[in-house]
């Protein structure tokens, strides 16, 4: 599945993951309600990366300690995290997604 899949979930309230695995145990998308016909797409949504790649230096992973993080939220705001929250220490061995904020609108 894509990283970016939150923007399609947001947009057409579908939750792709369960649905895979719906599918995967026999489920159809028929049986789902997934024909392309029930599938709308409403309003739209964005997807910010946090990561922690220096431009700097090609874009390798960095590393060091979070010493501040303050995580957005509100209506429409959904936050995929994992190693970002304050006091978290950044090894450059591992994916360097820190966070995924996906935000949606009506309009």
């Known amino acids: ?5 939150t923007v399609t ?4 309230g579908v939750d792709l993951v369960c649905s895979q ?3 995967a ?4 998308l028929a049986e ?3 024909t392309q016909d029930k599938v709308d797409c409403i309003g739209c949504a964005i997807q910010c990366r946090v990561t922690t790649e220096d431009p ?12 501040t993080y303050r ?21 450059p061995f591992f994916d360097s997604l820190l966070v995924k904020c996906t935000a949606r609108s009506s309009s």
Do not use: K, W
């Open 1 to 5: 599945i894509q990283v970016e899949h």
């Open 9 to 12: 979930e947001e947009v057409t």
């Open 21 to 23: 695995l719906e599918i």
């Open 25 to 28: 145990q026999g489920t159809s």
């Open 32 to 34: 789902l309600g997934l």
């Open 56 to 67: 700097e230096n090609g874009f390798i992973p960095d590393s060091g300690r979070i010493i």
């Open 71 to 91: 995580a957005p939220g509100g209506y429409g705001i959904r936050l995929d995290r994992g190693m970002g929250y304050s006091g978290s220490v950044i090894t």
